[in-house]
């Protein structure tokens, strides 16, 4: 059947129209936008009738990256942001009788400063004979009781052959472990989230109703792990997948990469997107690799890569016609990024057309953002991430942080820009107060509102090859919209966030109504 959407204040991001009133869907797609004398015609008598109220519609948010199963093991988990060391103990104790006892008690987002002195001997003090490991914001390092270290061997003389042990003037560990990719407990339980059933559908389920609310009807998820797709599959059968999702590989764990490219996926609801590695870390566990020394650290740059194992990766990625999303916060990873991507480009000048993507891009040198438009990189950034200026300036130096998040260097270098969120890798994951954190913050880098929505649409869209479907509100393309309380482009920045969403569709279908939501 045919739907009429009337009394609505289109913002259709089409140039050849930029305003409507009214459009019509037609199972998934939209198969008119224009004013309502239109619409009534096209659609004709038997059509059902939505009136919006005068409301504004918007293309769908489309999230750039976020991780899907692991947000929803954030609510299930205690929440340690803003929590001193002894909250952050107390609150652990807490959940403690709620986790089976041989399992490790993990939560999620403590910080510096709130948290400044971690310590394993605090830990010990309550949990002396069970894992304790507790995720950083951002989720690059873990703060672990002496129980982990001792099963994983570390100790005042032994560390392993990844990652980073932070040690105290003796060289005593102090229980902070980062970038420590193969820890055995971590493994344990991400593993556990994504291959038990029971765990990981409610924590997928948990995740979709946060995005619905929000607006957001398409996700670039880093799935990693099949099991993903299967529970994609049967939400979608039974109607509850209310979000599109492109689902990610992880090159770093190689034997996880051909189930996901068997599949199974579905036409545009579930699709296959690109492959996920990591080059650097991050600011906040100062592992970001850059150009100068992190203040009060001398000769720290944090952690890189090495240029040749990255050639052998986008050598292997060209030649299998695959995108690759990089994550990449430093200005010095991402240029050495760039130098490696040129060098496979002058033997594959064809690869141009695979849109490798950077993601984060939260430094950059000068000069680089026009290097990254003439090899073709997209920058997928997060803007939750300017949620705490002060922090940055607390790692990087006032002069330094000032210049980070170069959203405006990338849009005039005519860099395709992307917006999303890196939930929980950040904070939040509302679009409309990220939009409010790009429109208004200080500095050079400040963007406009019409720039920052189209971003967090046609931008991502275009990340993930679907332009021609997405972001964007004209005939033939997916019925996919956001309804908000006022209009972005015309109130006061300085409002943004206080704009609300009405109403989710997808295909056509309202997967929110604010109306009818348990208040």
Not at 100 to 113: E, H, Q, R
Request: proline share 8%; with cysteine; charged share 25%.
């Amino acid at each position: 059947m045919n739907v009429v959407w009337t009394h609505a204040d289109v913002v259709t991001l089409d140039p050849s129209l930029p305003r409507a009133t009214a459009f019509v869907s037609q199972g998934e797609e939209l198969i008119y936008v224009g004013d309502e004398a239109g619409a009534q015609a096209v659609a004709g008598p038997d059509a059902q009738t939505v009136d919006l109220g005068g409301k504004t519609v918007v293309p769908g948010f489309n999230d750039n990256h976020l991780h899907l199963v692991i947000y929803g093991d954030h609510t299930y988990a205690p929440d340690l942001s803003g929590l001193d060391e002894a909250a952050v103990v107390e609150r652990v104790r807490e959940f403690a009788p709620s986790v089976p006892p041989k399992a490790p008690l993990v939560a999620y987002a403590w910080d510096y400063p709130s948290c400044p002195h971690p310590r394993k001997e605090l830990l010990d003090e309550v949990f002396p004979d069970r894992a304790v490991l507790l995720a950083q914001f951002g989720g690059h390092a873990f703060w672990v009781n002496s129980f982990v270290l001792r099963a994983m061997g570390i100790d005042r003389y032994h560390s392993p052959a990844t990652g980073q042990v932070l040690r105290d003037d003796s060289g005593e560990p102090t229980g902070i472990l980062q970038e420590m990719n193969q820890n055995p407990f971590m493994e344990t339980h991400f593993r556990n989230l994504f291959f038990r059933r029971s765990l990981r559908e409610p924590r997928i389920q948990r995740s979709l109703e946060t995005f619905r609310r929000v607006g957001i009807t398409s996700i670039q998820d880093n799935s990693w792990f099949h099991p993903v797709l299967w529970t994609l599959k049967r939400l979608r059968l039974r109607g509850d997948l209310t979000a599109r999702v492109s689902c990610w590989s992880f090159g770093r764990v190689p034997a996880s990469v051909p189930p996901m490219n068997w599949g199974p996926y579905h036409g545009e609801w579930v699709r296959k997107g690109p492959r996920k590695y990591f080059l650097d870390g991050t600011f906040t566990t100062r592992t970001a690799w850059m150009d100068e020394e992190y203040p009060g650290h001398p000769n720290d740059y944090g952690m890189g890569f090495d240029p040749k194992w990255l050639e052998g990766i986008l050598e292997r990625l060209v030649r299998q016609g695959k995108q690759g999303a990089f994550h990449s916060i430093g200005d010095r990873s991402t240029a050495t990024f760039l130098d490696v991507w040129e060098k496979v480009l002058d033997r594959h000048p064809e690869a141009l057309s695979l849109r490798m993507r950077l993601e984060h891009v939260q430094s950059l040198r000068p000069g680089d953002a026009q290097r990254m438009q003439k090899l073709g990189v997209c920058a997928a950034v997060q803007p939750p991430a300017l949620i705490n200026p002060e922090k940055d300036i607390a790692l990087l130096g006032r002069e330094r942080a000032q210049s980070c998040y170069p959203h405006r260097a990338l849009l005039d270098a005519g860099v395709s820009l992307s917006f999303g969120s890196d939930i929980p890798g950040e904070s939040f994951c509302d679009p409309l107060r990220g939009m409010h954190l790009v429109c208004n913050r200080p500095g050079s880098q400040r963007i406009e509102p019409l720039e920052a929505l189209k971003a967090y649409t046609q931008g991502s869209a275009y990340v993930e090859f679907q332009e021609h479907r997405k972001g964007t509100l004209k005939s033939g393309f997916l019925a996919d919209f956001t309804v908000l309380s006022d209009n972005p482009l015309t109130v006061d920045p300085k409002d943004l966030q206080g704009l609300t969403v009405e109403r989710t569709v997808v295909g056509g279908r309202t997967v929110w109504d604010a109306g009818l939501a348990p208040r």
